[in-house]
């Protein structure tokens, strides 16, 4: 289960950003295109989502929430374990009878599916919690990028990431991650102070 929080990492990688509005703003990095120019950046993801506070809060939550459910689980195996093991001993020990034994084992038959079953259910929870994080965070990300191309006018941002990116080569001055990083997470740090405000006020 694990692999699956570790792996939200690799989903960021997919956040794609198409066009934005044109401006006047004619930097370095403005390609003239059919008479008009053109403005692109792009964003490293695999830094963007190693720092991007606002992902690795949520990621920490849903770590600390996976590894307490996985250690109250891993503790109600045991305890069938247990209770398997001893009624063994007592048959041993002729303690219990062979036919008192059977029944207290096909009560912990269905303990255990009724585990087995509840293991099932919180690994499909997980899997949606990180589906909804995921998003939340993309969507986190696009809208910022749409307030931040309001004063620096691209026509098209992409993504790219240091392995597997599908962009081969880019002058480092079309890179603005650190931008979208400070500014991502100088806007996660006020809301928190918001949210702090608002519960002093209650």
């Known amino acids: 289960m694990r692999k699956i929080v570790l792996g939200i990492a690799t989903v960021i990688i997919a956040l794609f950003v198409t066009s934005c509005d044109k401006g006047n703003n004619k930097p370095n990095n403005t390609q003239a295109t059919n008479g008009s120019s053109f403005k692109f950046a792009y964003v490293m993801t695999d830094t963007l989502s190693g ?42 020990n002729r303690m219990m009878t ?56 691209y026509n098209l941002v992409i993504t790219s990431d240091t392995l597997g990116s599908q962009l081969l080569y880019a002058d480092k001055e079309f890179d603005i991650t650190e931008d979208i990083i400070k500014g991502l997470n100088k806007r996660y740090r006020a809301s928190l102070n918001n949210t702090d405000e608002k519960k002093e006020d209650k």
Do not use: G
């Open 51 to 92: 720092a991007y506070e606002y992902f690795t809060d949520l990621q920490s939550d849903l770590m600390i929430e996976q590894q307490e459910k996985e250690a109250e689980l891993n503790s109600r195996y045991k305890a069938l374990q247990n209770k398997y093991l001893k009624i063994q001993r007592d048959v041993q």
């Open 98 to 153: 062979p036919s008192t034994a059977q029944k207290k084992q096909e009560q912990l038959a269905i303990q255990q599916q009724k585990l087995q079953q509840d293991q099932q259910i919180f690994q499909a929870e997980l899997m949606e919690k990180t589906q909804k994080m995921t998003l939340e965070v993309l969507d986190s990300i696009k809208n910022y990028i749409k307030i931040y191309n309001k004063d620096h006018h």
